[in-house]
């Protein structure tokens, strides 16, 4: 830091991101971070999640995390719930696959079918 315009955009950047985390809005993105999910790659996945929605400015927008959701096999899920729609659980997701869903479902409202578990 070396001034406190840099701190001032810092400070900003990082209110943004806790208010992605913690925040009551319209669409919730919901990424399991169980053992097996970390293990999985879910902790990248979050990570690009978050990139993407805040180079984006997407607003109406929180991301969380929860634990085990006992689908091992289908690790790091990835579930987007909309108010008034089903909640759709996205398996196997990686980065690339992470950022496609932010812009695909989250921009366009389009679910990827294919990346999709029942």
Do not use: F
């Amino acid at each position: 830091m070396k001034s406190l315009a840099e701190l001032d955009k810092l400070r900003e950047k990082l209110q943004e991101e806790m208010r992605l985390r913690e925040g009551k809005e319209d669409v919730k993105v919901v990424v399991t971070m169980g053992t097996c999910g970390i293990a999985s790659g879910a902790r990248e996945v979050l990570t690009a999640i978050l990139e993407e929605i805040s180079k984006r400015g997407l607003k109406g927008v929180t991301v969380t995390q929860t634990g085990c959701a006992g689908l091992c096999h289908c690790e790091p899920l990835v579930e987007v719930e909309r108010p008034g729609r089903d909640k759709v659980t996205y398996g196997h997701v990686d980065e690339k696959k992470a950022r496609e869903i932010v812009v695909s479902h989250l921009v366009n409202g389009q679910i990827i079918k294919e990346w999709t578990i029942k």
